[in-house]
């Protein structure tokens, strides 16, 4: 079993590293960009177990520690 976990800031959380990669890519010709938001992504292998203990055991890994909830927001898509 498969799983992607994408971590992104919240709405109205500044991104400074978006903002910096949306400049550049001004600078470079590419117009029409309104906003970068940059985020991170995981893949992760799991071992055989049941989809609803794997959503469980990766809900809980990124609540401790994938992701930092005050100010991301976290989605888990998980793949048979």
Same mark, same amino acid.
Request: aromatic residues 6%.
């Given at each position: 079993m498969k799983a992607r976990i994408f971590v992104t800031l919240k709405k109205g959380v500044l991104d400074p590293q978006g903002k910096a990669i949306q400049r550049?890519?001004?600078?470079? #010709?590419?117009? #029409?960009? *309104? *906003?970068?938001?940059? #985020?991170?992504?995981? *893949?992760?292998?799991?071992?055989?177990? #049941?989809?609803?203990?794997a959503e469980k055991l990766l809900q809980d890994a990124c609540q401790r520690l994938l992701a930092n909830t005050v100010i991301e927001d976290y989605r888990v898509e998980i793949e048979e």
């Open positions: 550049s890519l001004s600078h470079l #010709g590419f117009e #029409g960009l *309104e *906003e970068v938001r940059v #985020g991170k992504f995981m *893949e992760v292998r799991l071992a055989e177990m #049941g989809r609803a203990e």
